[in-house]
T-cell receptor, first 116, second 112 residues
Framework: DAGVIQSPRHEVTEMGQEVTLRCKPI?????LFWYRQTMMRGLELLIY????????DSGMPEDRFSAKMPNASFSTLKIQPSEPRDSAVYFC??????????????FGEGSRLTVL | KQEVTQIPAALSVPEGENLVLNCSFT??????LQWFRQDPGKGLTSLLL?????REQTSGRLNASLDKSSGRSTLYIAASQPGDSATYLC???????????FGGGTRLMVKP
């Protein structure tokens, strides 16, 4: 099992640029989560999808952030335009929630974003 | 609103000690509780998952217990090793819905 795969692992960009983070969940999982981690605020849930449908995006900081899940094996988190305060590690996680599922959450290695 | 607290925030122990990390939560209507480990610059690795109907789970030198009625879970690490040094986080999944609530973590350092 390849686990949750995220790309890029590191991204350095300038303020105002568009940033796209990508995630491939574990095959068979039906829930996908995007988290952001900073020293100041810890781990924050941004948005989560169930069966490719966004269920709760109340954690998305503002309209500059958007997330999509066009199919069960791919999701993107986009920031446009990016700002220095968006600098953080962004994690994608997935789980299987359904009959016979434990709901155990598995994380990717994260995408470290630095906005100059 | 569920709140999850981990105490202590940081812990330093000599190698070989048995230690206990604590996690408390305010709403006992949970589906499960999960313990994670995070190494610097890495993602979160799932250690143990306890369903709400269970009292404990064990994996190697790790044992996690759950007391729903008192809103507490403990992670017991036996015979600690320097390789156990990491941040340990607990997360609670509610009875309804998928959104986990994370504690702030305990940063553990095991000195040789």
């Amino acid at each position: 099992d390849a686990g949750v795969i995220q790309s890029p692992r590191h991204e350095v960009t300038e303020m105002g640029q568009e940033v796209t983070l990508r995630c491939k969940p574990i095959s068979g999982h039906n829930s996908l989560f995007w988290y952001r981690q900073t020293m100041m605020r810890g781990l924050e849930l941004l948005i989560y999808f169930n069966n490719n449908v966004p269920i709760d995006d109340s954690g998305m900081p503002e309209d500059r952030f958007s997330a999509k899940m066009p199919n069960a094996s791919f999701s993107t988190l986009k920031i446009q335009p990016s700002e220095p305060r968006d600098s953080a590690v962004y994690f994608c996680a997935s789980s299987y929630s359904g009959t016979g599922g434990t709901g155990e959450l598995f994380f990717g290695e994260g995408s470290r974003l630095t906005v100059l | 609103k569920q709140e999850v607290t981990q105490i202590p925030a940081a812990l330093s122990v000599p190698e070989g000690e048995n230690l206990v990390l604590n996690c408390s939560f305010t709403d006992s209507a949970i589906y499960n509780l999960q313990w994670f480990r995070q190494d610097p610059g890495k993602g979160l690795t799932s250690l143990l998952l306890i369903q709400s109907s269970q009292r404990e789970q064990t994996s190697g030198r790790l044992n996690a217990s759950l007391d729903k009625s008192s809103g507490r879970s403990t992670l017991y690490i036996a015979a600690s090793q320097p390789g156990d040094s990491a941040t340990y986080l607990c997360a609670v999944r509610p009875g309804a819905g998928n959104m986990l609530t994370f504690g702030g973590g305990t940063r553990l350092m095991v000195k040789p």
